[in-house]
């Protein structure tokens, strides 16, 4: 018995093992020495050159460019999330349905977040074209625009722009999730609806939404981790500018690491962006479990 | 199972449609890097077979060079393996990230890399980061056989020195020409600017008259990548006669010519090729070349790609003149050595007797003539190649005599260690300027502050 025991914890072993490894290896160990280098004042060719404590803390506080770059940040994550979010679970209530052009429009919509981010950007990059660009073309011949504009050379509008093609490359992301949440519904609430005489609006009222609701909350929590790394696009598109207008925090700290080498100071800004996050989710996963525990199964 | 056989039909069209997008799309280039296409077909002549064996027969080295040198370094690669046996292995990375792959290649101890092509604003980061052989004594022995005072004397030094050593060869010479494209001008009755506030009149005038066509007076790269948008300053900054530093190393990049010069710029942006925000090399080069805008300021090797039938729509209607100068007592037609790469090697090379004997091939005068009569992406280093029949007729007399010129006397970028940090610093308010979020005095005051701040002054 006591040797049936041990070898079954040894089956454990070597079945958890690996994972916990991996786990240490590849999250663990990039996240330790990313603390203790943001207590540093590395360069990139000298890692751990001067002990400075909480210096590079202290700076990234005092730093305008890294505020702003937080602010812009929540402003595009939050914004995508959305906006995402919203679209992608109403494409999933319209396309709910088993049909020939259904299953044709959601094969169709797993092309963009299948395509690679680069790929996207620069496609974009040629429609957003001030001169040769296909909406400049098509704005202006619909009398919305009255001559071309440069939609990444515009303060305001380049953040848009960027969010757009955010938009564009995820919502089919959310819509595929939401088809998933949808199809997870029980139909026993639906049935006693109509017995009750309930309309389809009151049905999703009372009913489609409270019961998505979890489900909704957790692909918002993953796109918003996802949005709060976004980096490729403004990379491809637009570099941080016009002015510092897209300059979101993870091209910031990319700048300060690879472009000025200042690895120390870049680890410390990226703690703190992962200390923001972790924040976020957890007030978000409280409130999902809230959700969860009232409206779910 | 048939619903499922279609539906995975249908993933892998998807799947084929957005490789085959991503693959098409690849070679667009992001705003980051500089990324000229040339579809010129290269012609890569052979060397003769040699008669003697090859010294360094089954001996390779790797050489790190950016994207838009790939053409030149393989072809530079392919014929130092037909002289010595070689084998030299091209590892193509974009320009923006040149410099943290040598670093990182050298602080992690991998040692990839045998050769590394360096930014030569950068050199001063790469020394103090301990990337580069001094290769101080190598130069003094081969002075002679590579006939060192042949290379531009404006940029032998920076491309090379460092607290009085050399770290490296001069590979490409790179500095601006203001080209124009003379039908358009003419079109609109405007003569080449010498100053820049001729230059803005010229603009204004053109884009004025043409915009409804779509024509622009200049295309201004003011993307926000170092490279593109420093460039784009230091012009100016040059012409109205500023400088980085006075004598005793302080900066004074908020002087009044300095900020006369950036408010020039922003004073040019509403005449420019829209949006100059977000202009960069692809931007500036497509308007020039399919006859879209009147003026662009670009590197010499701007007239090859003019008068390539593939992609040029104003074949012998273009024109090159000096870079135009500001206003003041100090102004004057001084170009900047804006962008410009020098080879040096790597202290984790492999085998560094081959990769000294490459950079001996590469700094030969007879290799520079050859690799600058290919459209590889290099322009020249030495004056001799300049004045050599085979470049000269590869891209006219005319051009190769204004590219001398230009390069004559050429304003280098800093090269110190603290310079990285600097620039993007620079880079920064520069842009805000450009965007209206600063003036350029606040701009330029916010960068003295910092640059004094960071060179602890």
Redo the contacts between chains.
Sequence with gaps: MHTLHRQHRREILWMVGPAVLTLIVFSLYPLIYSIALSATDS?????FREFVAFKNYTDAARDA?FGNSLVLTFIYAFGVTAIETIIGFGLALLLNRESGPT??AR??G??PF???P??I???W??IY???SGMLNHYLVRAGILEQ???F????GL?MASVMLVDIWQWTPFVFLLSLAVLASLPHEPYEAAAVDGANGWQQFIHITLPMCLPGLLVIAILRLIGAMKVFDLV???????????TQVASFYIY?VA?????TGYASAMTIIVIIVLSVLVTLLTALYRRAQAKYGP | MKLNNRTLSMLGGALAAALTLSACAAPVAPGAVRQVEVTREVVVTATPEATTPKPFEGQSINVLTIQPHAVATRALAKWFEEETGARVQVLVVPYANVTEKAILDVTSGAGEYDVIEIWYPMLGKLVESGVLEDLTQWWEENKEALQFDDFVPSIADPYTLIDGKRWALPYDGDTHLLFYNRELLDKYGVKPPTTWAEYREACKTITEQGKSEGIYGCAIMGAKVPIILLSTFINRLQGYGASFFDADGKPTINSPEAVAALQELVDQLPYALPDPKAVAFDEALGGFTTGKVGMVEFWTDLGQMSDNPEQSKIIGKWGAVPMPKGEGPNAASRPALNAGFALGISTLAQNKPLAYEFLKFVGRPDINVRVNTIVGGLDPTRKSTFDAEPYRKHVTPELADAAKAALSGAFAWPTNAKWPEMQDVLTENVAEALAGTKTPQQALDDTQAKWLEILGK
């Design positions: 360069q990139l060719a000298r890692p460019l299953r044709f094969t169709l797993l092309l299948i395509t690679p680069v790929a950007a620069a496609i990059r040629l074209d001030p001169s071309n504009v440069a990444l050379g515009i303060p380049a990379f491809m598109l637009t570099f941080g500018g016009p002015g510092s207008s700048k690879f472009q000025q080498f200042k």
